[in-house]
């Protein structure tokens, strides 16, 4: 799953901010936050920020991104929260007045070590040639992240892309391509 394209990120809460609002004074578990299936929960204390400029006069879509957290309205909360509740965690946060919830999705899928490769440039790792998800590993999650890739991304079962479709909700975007960072 991927933000859409030309479109920016709701949610403007820097990381000193946030490692402030987590007691986190020398930033060593900030840092891992966003290349982790880290929960922060324990330590989440709901914050207020600013939304980016773009949404000044445009609505934000149902759902946006913060990273490789997902940022929900209220209808996509609605929507997603009962089927990736076991996926992650929701963390309250006020963006200019209005409730967003942050998903901080916790999971990952093993990969299969076969057919998922990394991919080297003079001899040096540089990101990966294919990367295949272990089936079995899949069974009941609707949300998650690959080790392998570095938990960076968020990948999601149809599931998720058919409660999207349902519901009619915004500001994703699906390609089948795993490995396809553009839109």
């Known amino acids: 799953m991927k933000r859409q394209e030309n479109t920016h990120e709701l ?3 820097r990381i000193i901010e946030l490692a402030k609002l987590l007691n986190d004074t020398d930033l060593r578990f900030t840092k891992h936050i966003f290349n982790s299936c880290m929960p922060i929960s324990e330590r989440w204390v709901k914050p207020s920020c600013s939304a980016h400029p773009s949404f000044k006069d445009v609505a934000a879509p149902d759902i946006t991104f913060w ?64 990367l295949v998800f272990d089936e079995s590993d899949l069974a009941e999650k609707t949300i998650f992240k690959s080790q392998l890739e570095g938990c960076r991304a968020l990948f999601v079962t149809d599931t998720f892309k058919d409660i999207c479709n349902a519901h009619h909700l915004t500001g994703g975007c699906f390609d089948e391509d795993l490995l396809n960072i553009f839109v």
């Not at 990273?67 to 946060?93: T, V, Y």
């Open 67 to 130: 990273s490789n957290f997902l940022a929900l309205n209220q209808r996509a909360f609605e929507a997603l929260a009962p089927h990736i509740k076991d996926d992650g965690e929701f963390l309250p946060i006020d963006v200019e007045g209005h409730s967003v919830i942050l998903f901080n999705c916790t999971q990952s899928v093993a990969e299969v070590p076969e057919l998922s490769l990394i991919k080297y440039e003079d001899g040096f790792p540089n990101g990966l040639k294919s």
């Open 11 to 13: 949610v403007q809460l």
